[in-house]
């Protein structure tokens, strides 16, 4: 057969067939985008034009509502498309540029995440040191390191699913194309994908995860040692309680639909969506609380 696809375009099932549910669900996802950019946008308005804000923790958060605007835009818009269309259709190539993006925009969050515990970390345990540890220089580094780590991990992972062949099925069962879907749908040998794709997951997720883990029993544990009627500890919780509310609503929708990654229909697809379209919705809220 050699290097090629016997068909051009994949299906993308969504969520529902019926004409009425769809218009529902157009409007009510069309809603979350509107939500989802002007949440995001407005973050990185207030930041940019108050001096007041122009330290790491926020330039940090710029850097995340940023990274949200990006990854919604990757995803939703050809959702909202297909919900009103009938051939809900995607070619084979744009596919796989989506599913490039939406690898590279989830591992920046990922490293992102890391990073502003860190920054956390430094700011409860070294209060003083703060302003020369976290410096301008380290928080862009942390950032474009961000950035590079994830698009080299999502380079060499879509380089290789460019080189199989789609000739099994066309129909993806989910509302945006990522790339353990499309291994499914390959008749060439996906178990160099797989593990390459397996490898990057666990440094991906579990690495970063480890990361976030120790740094909060190390904040934790300095937190317990400042007395409590200096009125810090109190202080020091709630500076962490919102990063820590975004950690367990990105890792824990993750963790979830690849515990459920073998059923069907609804779970198949709503804990993708929890973290693809939900959680860049909720972030401004929980970060501007």
């Given at each position: 057969?050699?290097?090629?696809?016997?068909?051009?375009?994949?299906?993308?099932?969504?969520?529902s067939?019926?004409?009425?549910?769809?218009?529902?669900?157009?409007?009510?996802?069309?809603?979350?985008?509107?939500l989802?950019?002007?949440?995001?946008?407005?973050?990185?308005?207030?930041?940019?034009?108050?001096?007041?804000?122009?330290?790491?923790?926020?330039?940090?958060?710029?850097q995340l509502?940023?990274l949200?605007?990006?990854?919604s835009?990757?995803t939703?818009?050809?959702?909202?498309?297909n919900?009103?269309?009938?051939?809900?259709?995607?070619?084979v190539e744009s596919?796989l540029?989506?599913?490039?993006?939406v690898?590279?925009?989830?591992g920046?969050e990922?490293c992102?995440?890391?990073g502003?515990?860190?920054?956390?970390?430094?700011?409860?345990?070294?209060?003083l040191l703060?302003?020369?540890?976290?410096?301008?220089?380290l928080?862009i580094?942390?950032?474009?390191?961000?950035?590079?780590?994830a698009?080299v991990?999502?380079?060499?992972?879509?380089l290789?699913?460019?080189?199989?062949?789609?000739?099994?099925?066309?129909?993806?069962?989910?509302?945006?194309c990522?790339?353990s879907?499309?291994?499914?749908?390959?008749?060439?040998d996906?178990?160099?994908n797989?593990?390459l794709?397996?490898c990057?997951?666990?440094?991906?997720?579990?690495g970063?995860?480890?990361l976030?883990?120790?740094?909060?029993?190390c904040?934790?544990?300095?937190?317990?040692?400042?007395?409590?009627?200096?009125?810090?500890?109190?202080?020091?919780?709630s500076?962490?309680?919102?990063?820590?509310?975004?950690?367990?609503?990105?890792?824990?929708?993750?963790?979830?639909?690849?515990?459920?990654?073998?059923?069907r229909?609804l779970?198949?697809?709503?804990?993708?969506?929890?973290?693809?379209?939900?959680t860049?919705?909720?972030?401004?809220?929980?970060?501007?609380l």
């Amino acid at each position: 057969m050699g290097n090629h696809s016997m068909f051009s375009e994949f299906i993308l099932l969504g969520f529902s067939v019926d004409p009425q549910t769809q218009i529902l669900l157009f409007m009510f996802f069309l809603m979350i985008y509107l939500l989802t950019l002007l949440g995001n946008l407005v973050m990185l308005l207030v930041i940019r034009v108050d001096p007041h804000l122009h330290t790491p923790m926020y330039f940090f958060l710029g850097q995340l509502s940023f990274l949200d605007v990006c990854h919604s835009s990757v995803t939703l818009p050809k959702m909202l498309e297909n919900l009103l269309s009938e051939s809900k259709t995607i070619f084979v190539e744009s596919c796989l540029a989506q599913a490039f993006f939406v690898f590279a925009t989830r591992g920046t969050e990922t490293c992102l995440l890391a990073g502003m515990v860190y920054d956390r970390y430094v700011a409860i345990s070294s209060p003083l040191l703060y302003g020369q540890v976290m410096n301008n220089q380290l928080c862009i580094g942390l950032v474009w390191g961000s950035w590079g780590l994830a698009f080299v991990d999502a380079v060499i992972n879509i380089l290789l699913a460019v080189n199989l062949d789609y000739c099994e099925d066309q129909t993806i069962p989910h509302f945006s194309c990522e790339l353990s879907s499309l291994f499914h749908l390959s008749c060439s040998d996906t178990s160099t994908n797989f593990t390459l794709l397996l490898c990057s997951s666990v440094f991906r997720y579990f690495g970063t995860l480890i990361l976030i883990f120790f740094s909060y029993i190390c904040i934790v544990s300095t937190i317990l040692s400042i007395r409590s009627t200096s009125g810090r500890r109190s202080k020091a919780f709630s500076t962490c309680s919102s990063h820590l509310t975004a950690v367990i609503l990105f890792y824990g929708s993750g963790f979830l639909s690849y515990l459920f990654a073998n059923l069907r229909f609804l779970l198949e697809m709503i804990f993708p969506l929890q973290y693809s379209v939900i959680t860049p919705m909720l972030n401004p809220l929980i970060y501007s609380l």
